[in-house]
């Protein structure tokens, strides 16, 4: 299938690991020039050297993405490098789940300004680049649970659901201008965030995988590659019909369509 990719412009906001580095690796095999964005300096530097010994074009910007200031310049410094903007791929993120009791203030505002505001501003920044180009993509990662909201899965499940809601009024106020927005809903899918909770916990990886795959029908958690699949296809000229969906990609796990 020919994607369209080639010689458009991404940015990646968190794609210095898990789905986020896949994606930016995948749309620059494919032809895209691709900024990744992400707060730490050394994956920055690995994925972009990665990225330009596979022949690909790219820009490492540190960023946080849940500081408005810094939106802004990730979006500036994308146009300056390569000229344009054709898709975003809003997928920083990080799991923010406990008993309702103990969520605090800030800990709500800290999830909302990462995983809400994040997508709003960058998403209001690349719209006026988008429209003078005749369109573009925009594409959305959330989570499975903000269709299915389980117990102690707060904040993430209501900044997830908001997420939802964002993208199908964003599509339909876009569609005039050719700007596609959809959102991947993702269940469990082998990342740094696990990575990082086996090491804490001293438990073996692939043991907590195995222990996470357990109630999911293909019988094991996904692969960042499968997920990027989703979001270059998303992103591409082949999903030219595709707007103001969102696609489950959880092995079947969810209950919901
Ligand atoms: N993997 C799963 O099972 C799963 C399940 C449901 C939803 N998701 C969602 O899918 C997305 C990708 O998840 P993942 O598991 O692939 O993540 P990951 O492997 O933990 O990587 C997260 C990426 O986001 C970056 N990041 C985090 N906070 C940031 C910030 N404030 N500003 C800029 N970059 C930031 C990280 O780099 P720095 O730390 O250097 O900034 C890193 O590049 C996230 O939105 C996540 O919530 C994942």
């Known amino acids: 299938m020919e994607l369209g990719l080639k010689d458009k412009v991404a940015i990646i906001t968190g794609g210095t690991q898990g789905i986020g580095r896949a994606t930016a690796l995948l749309l620059a095999r494919e032809g895209a020039a691709v ?4 707060r730490g300096r050394e994956r920055l530097e690995q994925t972009a050297a990665e990225i330009r010994a596979a022949g690909g074009r790219v820009a490492a910007i540190q960023a946080d993405v849940s500081k408005a200031a ?3 310049r990730l979006v500036a410094e994308t146009v300056q490098a390569f000229g344009r903007l054709d898709i975003l791929v809003n997928n920083a993120g990080t799991s923010a789940t406990g008993e309702f009791a103990a969520a605090t203030d800030e800990i709500w505002q800290a999830d909302f300004e ?5 997508a709003i501003r960058l998403a209001r920044l690349a719209i006026p680049h988008m429209k003078r180009q005749g369109g573009g993509r925009i594409v959305n990662l959330t989570n499975i649970g903000a269709k299915q909201p389980r117990a102690k899965s707060m904040p993430t499940t209501v900044t997830r659901a908001a997420g939802l809601a964002f993208t199908k009024a964003l599509s339909k106020e876009l569609a005039p201008d050719n700007i596609l927005v959809n959102t991947v809903c993702i269940g469990l899918v082998r990342a740094g965030q696990h990575e990082a909770k086996a090491a804490k916990t001293g438990v073996p990886v692939e043991q907590l995988y195995a222990t996470m795959a357990k109630d999911i029908p293909l019988g094991r958690v996904g692969r960042a590659e499968e997920v990027a699949n989703v979001i270059a296809f998303l992103a591409s000229d082949a999903a030219s019909y595709v707007s ?5 990609l959880d092995g079947g796990a969810s209950a919901v369509l």
């Open 244 to 248: 103001g969906s969102s696609v489950n």
């Open 70 to 72: 810094d939106c802004k």
């Open 114 to 118: 990462l995983k809400l505001f994040a």
């Open 35 to 38: 900024a990744v964005a992400a």
